[in-house]
């Protein structure tokens, strides 16, 4: 202890310690206990919210959401979006976002806020469409199309129009197409266009001697002359009538703007009518030595001149007579021809055979007969036997006679001739024995075309014809790339379906090919893949001839040659043939909208009815290739005899209808067509002579 403590220790000592009475004050206790008041919840609150935006602050991300335009309405909503200035402070997370301006769809669409601290959001508002007004200065109720659309007829108001660069076009009848590319702006903005339309036509005056005569033009009645016509620009063919004169036609290319005033136009008197008849039928007619048809003929005739009228006929004696015509006055000449007779023997063998003469039975074929001279079909007919069929023309002054022997059946049997044969693709051909015929067309037949010249032809050489057309399938075991291709998106190159695109002579050396596959002597004669000739007795395979082709075709075994396969009137009766019927109508120009044959372009093979010798599609379904040479047919002094066509020619003949014609020039089965190289409606059948 220190001296201090000792020293206080010692003073203590000196002052006695007291006791007293203590006694805890009860207020002062009660003064100093702890009470909850409301200022403690406000600082409480306040704590939370710093603390809770300091967090806020710390975790939020600053945003900047640019809007075109930039003066939209930007509303977020799905959690706190804090707005300083331009930019937002947003946390991670997906928002609401919706975007509003005066000229433009409302948007509504998600904001996608990043974990990045500083993040721009681009968004583009599509512009309402705009308001437009479209006239015309001259003429009301024009047709008015947006980029191609028909949107009315002027004036158009307020037309809503989508904003951007658009192609307007204006077009009214008798004026010119009005087009002017133009910018709409959108955003309810109201624009007005308007278009001053040119007259598309001319005037063309027109004055006649005499005048009063009709002005037609393309077909409708325009006036009277003298006349000025507003005429619609383009090639116009205009046509002049007076009664009692010829009709004065030409063709005049029209310009907008370009008037014109044609020379006065005199007009010649009319030719006089003559309806020439002659007994018989048929006869040949020349006036003034120039060759004018076959009667009943009907001509006219330069007026107020004597012509003088030759009438000429095989078998007949020719007649001659003379007409005279006046101006637009009809009359007639009538002439009875004297027919020339010749005596002729016929001597047959067996004796009992029959004589049939143009189809008719003339008794037993041994006779001496009087003919007309001019060619007649002679058949004799027995029982049991081959007949016989020839034409024959006899001629005045001369002995003739026709001698035969028939070839029993029996005989023919044993010759081993096959009356129907197959080729190594798998095609079948008949065995024809054909005869002499008419090929061609009369004038006076409706459709006929100027190369359908009626012509005598005598087919001696029996041949073998394929009942269907090459397929796809066996042009393909020649040539396995063949294609025949489509149309309007359907096929022609199913098995069944004829070979199309292939030209004459991909046909010709198919043939060639068949005969090497079966040792046959080549028809044609080729250099290369060119085919440079042929030998006309081979016996390998070959197209058929024309001649050949229009006997199986026309002839029906009893004389009569056939207009149509069916008959001799359009329509076609059903399942007659692949045509262009309505199942073409979009495709095609003409077809026959009466007729439904149930296919677009070409049918398999053998799909519908065969002919009277049982061949598939000898008119229809495909055109055909025949070996003939394209040119002038016929001869004069008697028929020919198995003819070849031509000797050379740059087209090859085509023959038949097919599905692509529905006209009643090619519904025939006299129509000639050619050509050089491979369609789509063209193919072939093959052919080959019987061996001797």
Partial sequence: MTEVEKSAGANRSLDPIVPIDFTPNQETTRRFSYRFRWFHAVVLVFSVLSSAAGFFVLTARSVFIEVNPASAEIEISGGIALQLGPRYLLRSGTYRLMLKNEGYYDTATQLIVGSEQSQTHPFDMRKLPGLVSIDTENVTGARVRIDGVDVGLTPLTDL????????????????????????????SIRQQFSASLEPAWATLSFTTVPSGADVIIDGALRGLTPLNAEIIQGLREITLKLSGHKAWQEGYEITAGEDMVLPTIVLEPADGLVFIRSNPTAASVTIGGTFQGQTPLEVALAPAEDHQITFFKDGYESSTTTVRTEPDQESEVTVSLSPVLASVSIIADPPDAELYVNGELMGPAN???????????????????????????????????IRVTLKSLEQARLEQIKPEISTVAGQSLKLFYPGSFSMGA???????????????????????????????????????????????????DNEAQPAVQISWTQAALYCNWLSEQEGLPLFYRTEGEEVVGFNPDATGYRLPTEAEWAWVARTDGSGNVLKYPWGERLPPPENAGNFADITVRAYLGEVMFDYDDGYFATAPVASFQANQYGIFDMAGNVSEWVHDYYGAVGRVGGPEIDPKGPELGQFHTIRGSSWAHGAITEMRLSFRDFGEEPRDDVGFRIARYLED
């Fill in 367 to 401: 006779q001496r007969l009087e003919l007309m001279a001019v060619n007649q079909q002679i058949e004799i007919r027995k029982e049991g036997y081959v007949p016989y069929n020839t034409a024959f023309t006899s001629r005045p002054g001369l002995e003739q006679a």
């Fill in 160 to 187: 809503s129009v989508e904003p951007g660069d658009h192609q307007l076009t204006i077009s009214s009848d008798r004026y010119l197409d009005y087009g002017l590319p133009v910018t709409v702006e959108g955003r």
């Fill in 442 to 492: 009369s004038r006076r037949e409706a459709g006929r075309r100027p190369n359908e010249n009626l012509r005598e032809v005598k087919l001696e050489r029996p041949f073998y014809l394929s009942y269907q057309e090459v397929t796809n399938s066996e042009f393909r075991r020649y040539d396995s790339e063949h294609s025949s291709g489509t149309i309007q998106g359907l096929t022609l």
